[in-house]
């Protein structure tokens, strides 16, 4: 599998767009004809946009973020570099540039609170979070500073294809490395922001496994729902209290041996109709 690519790391749309198109015919996911019926416009013309003899529309490139999956601040920074080769004059330019340079300076402060991490491709992305697996398998590989094909199989219960497919997979994208036989995390972290559309799949692959986990649970296992009617001020103060709670158990988990796989779910929220 090609590198993953990290669209803030290009200055030009036009370069994005033919090294995406690159990866996913290296990979097999899609080329330019295909993405070219996906905005509705002839091949040719998207081969002319790559070659700089025409612009993407504004309308095509919101398509074309929106098949990429882009997140909020991938989009917004995929807008700026098709408005700066657009812009009529320089004034328009620079303040497309300057846009540019803030959204990436947004991004710097994000990357910095949450750690050291890995961003996936948005293809990437889909399949690491299509199912609790995906994470699961990953988070074990740190256990005993490492697992085998046939421990993970044996953890989760897995045909032992279906774990070597998992393990192929995070070993290619850099998630997990391998020595010898023994798979081991590569990462701390990998990241997802809280714009994907990938997030609401992540948080409901888990509460799910909370819900199927519950008929099976242990007396030391805790589960708890408490509907409440309380002030704004209120929520307020208990959402700072489960906050610290998160960062303590953050604490925790970062300097405690791996020996099993947990899982934390918390919500808190405004019940609406």
């Keep these: 599998m090609t590198k993953p690519l990290d669209l ?27 993405l070219a019926e996906a905005i509705g416009v002839n091949p040719s013309f998207l081969a002319h946009v790559q070659s700089g003899l025409k612009n ?108 070597e497919e998992i393990l192929n997979f995070l070993e290619s994208n850099g998630i997990c490395g391998r020595e010898n036989s023994i798979y081991k995390m590569a990462q701390n972290s990998v990241y997802i922001s809280n714009d994907s559309p990938l997030v609401v799949k992540h948080h409901t692959n888990w509460r799910m496994k909370g819900i199927q986990k ?16 309380i002030s704004a001020s209120d929520f307020e103060r208990i959402r700072e209290l489960l906050l610290k709670s998160i960062e303590s158990s953050q604490k925790i988990a970062h300097a405690s041996a791996a020996e099993e796989v947990f899982c934390l779910n918390l919500d808190f929220f405004k019940v609406a109709t």
Aim: charged content about 25%.
């Design 214 to 229: 519950m008929d099976s649970r242990q007396k030391n296992e805790l589960f708890y729902t408490s509907p409440m009617s």
């Design 8 to 34: 803030f790391s290009f200055h030009g749309y036009r370069n994005y767009l033919k090294a995406w198109i690159e990866h996913a015919r290296e990979n097999q996911t899609s080329n330019l004809s295909r």
């Design 56 to 163: 993407l529309s504004f309308e095509q490139a919101a398509l074309i973020s929106k098949i990429f999956n882009h997140t909020n601040l991938e989009r917004e920074y995929f807008f700026a570099l098709v408005q700066i080769e657009r812009a009529g004059t320089q004034l328009l330019k620079t303040y497309w540039e300057s846009k540019k340079d803030a959204i990436l300076e947004e991004r710097s402060r994000v990357k910095s609170r949450v750690g050291k991490h890995l961003e996936l491709t948005s293809e990437d992305r889909a399949i690491f979070y299509s199912s609790w697996i995906y994470v699961a398998v990953f988070v074990a590989t740190a256990i005993n500073d490492g697992q085998t094909l046939d421990q993970i199989a044996s953890r989760f219960s897995l045909d032992r294809s279906k774990a």
